[in-house]
């Protein structure tokens, strides 16, 4: 051709400005070609990554227990609400670290409104059915039972018609006399 292109192709000899530049070209192409094998293995890699943490996701939602709202408990049972308890143990602790006794030490707070509005419906279950005693049970540790009970007592004690006595059921870890300081 008349722009020197046909050099490189048609004449093994002579070789124009434009041919070198092709050269020099096709020696960085291969250094791009070996650019793009790190890469590919990089990609497996991220591809792979990303696979064994979109598995790990699965895996661990499919193992929570756990309901995140009243209607999703509602979906799963048919058994009735009675309340929803905010949890107190985060950020409320007293000088010794322990978990705070809402109904007592703040009774103005939406924790201790809660639970007044708990005791309400266990009363009104209690009185329908007749019933003088409660249990609060869970099947692990750690669940918040003795928390529940101690902050439900005072509660239940504006409501109730009665006294309340509160007993530390629990053999394996008994706390609510360490909770109240007893």
């Known amino acids: 051709g008349a722009d020197g292109g046909g ?21 960085d192409l291969s250094r791009v070609s070996e650019a793009i094998v790190i890469g590919q293995r990089t990609m497996r ?15 661990l939602e499919q193992n929570d227990t756990t309901f995140g709202t009243v209607d999703d408990f509602q979906a799963f049972t048919t058994l009735p609400v009675a309340g929803v308890v905010p949890n107190v143990n985060y950020g409320k602790k007293n000088v ?12 103005d707070s939406v924790a201790a409104e809660q639970y007044r509005i708990l005791a309400m419906r266990v009363q009104q279950q209690c009185d329908s059915a ?3 005693v409660i249990v609060i049970t869970s099947a692990a540790g750690g669940e918040g039972k003795s928390l529940t ?8 004690s504006s409501t109730a018609n009665g006294r309340v006595l509160l007993i530390d059921a629990d053999m394996r870890k008994p706390r609510i006399a360490e909770y ?3």
């Open 7 to 27: 050099a490189l192709a048609g004449h093994g000899g002579g070789v124009s400005a434009e041919a070198a530049d092709v050269v020099i070209l096709n020696d």
């Open 149 to 156: 009970a101690i902050n439900l007592a005072p509660a239940l």
């Open 180 to 182: 109240l300081k007893l």
């Open 45 to 59: 890699i991220a591809r792979q990554s990303i696979g064994i943490g979109l598995g790990l996701i699965f895996l």
């Open 130 to 132: 007749q019933a003088k």
């Open 96 to 107: 010794k670290g322990q978990a705070s006794i809402v109904t007592l030490e703040d009774p």
